[in-house]
């Protein structure tokens, strides 16, 4: 595996057919299941490692959000990966930098609402690390299914030529969607925790029965915080535009957010 930490490394390492898996690190099963997803359409395979500091707000976890570049690289090796780029912030976002993209569409809410100026930074380093690994696909997990929807909406919008494919969440047993941030979990908030995908079940079977949409949400609400879960949204949306739905048509999601503890919790199910 080739390690690239300067642009021309990149660039050396790299032509042809490339399937990319941007990452900020920490690596756990569900970054490892978009390598093996890259891996298997042909190839080759580029992993990029960056914490990157714009998508954090000023009150955000960007200095202790977890890096652990030693045991991702040996993940990524023994995953197959072909190329590692890990920038550093000069490289990324030079003192003249004065470029932003800004969002409309699928950033607005949910998350775009309740974390002000996330998707533009991770908008503008997932630009920046197409204009840099020049992929033809690139996977994201449906687990951030925002952010997967926010990435298609720029793809198209600015026609890039890239594939974003969307890869099914990754859980553990007990239904926790996994995420680099569960390790900031306490032993007892860890058993907590699946009732977040317990209720997004219990609610996508409901809708899907027919039952009311606003009391099934408000129900599956309650649940969350007798389970010490404090929810930040619980909503059933279009999954494309992810506008609210008020009746429940084809093809929808429920996203939702919820805090417990010092960790956010987000997942998502589809309807
Ligand atoms: O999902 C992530 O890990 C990040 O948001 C991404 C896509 C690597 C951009 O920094």
């Not at 080739?2 to 642009?7: D, E, F, G, K």
């Not at 930098?97 to 569409?105: K, N, P, R, S, V």
């Not at 030529?161 to 996994?178: C, N, S, W």
């Not at 009732?195 to 099934?216: K, N, V, W």
Request: one cysteine or more; charged letters at 20%.
């Amino acid at each position: 595996m080739l390690i690239a930490r300067t642009l021309p490394d990149l660039r050396a390492a790299l032509t042809g057919d490339i399937g990319f898996v941007p990452t900020m690190g920490a690596l756990h099963e569900g970054h490892l299941a978009l390598i093996a997803a890259a891996k298997r359409a042909g190839g080759k395979v580029a992993a990029s490692i960056f914490v990157n500091p714009k998508q954090f707000g000023p009150n955000e976890d960007f200095s202790r959000y977890p890096r652990t570049e030693a045991s991702d690289l040996e993940k990524l090796a023994a995953a197959g990966c072909h190329v590692v780029w890990l920038p550093d912030v000069a490289t990324m976002y030079p003192d003249d930098a004065a470029t932003m993209i800004t969002l409309e569409g699928p950033a607005l809410r949910w998350e775009g609402a309740v974390r002000p100026g996330h998707f533009a930074g991770v908008a503008t380093v997932v630009a920046k690390l197409f204009g840099q690994v020049r992929p033809t696909r690139a996977y994201f997990g449906e687990k951030d299914f925002q952010q997967v929807q926010v990435i298609r909406r720029m793809v198209a919008d600015l026609l890039l030529p890239v594939e974003v494919i969307a890869i099914p969440t990754v859980r553990e047993t007990d239904g926790l969607a996994l995420s680099s941030r569960n390790r900031f979990l306490s032993a007892e908030d860890r058993a907590k925790a699946p009732a977040l995908f317990a209720a997004l079940q219990a609610a996508a079977t409901s809708i899907r029965g027919g039952a009311d949409i606003t009391e099934t949400l408000a129900k599956a609400c309650h649940y969350l915080m007798n389970s010490g879960l404090v929810p930040d949204y619980f909503s059933l949306v279009d999954a494309g535009s992810l506008e609210p739905l008020q009746a429940f048509t084809h093809p929808a999601r429920i996203l939702a957010a919820a805090k417990l503890g010092p960790v956010r919790l987000l997942d998502n199910i589809a309807v």
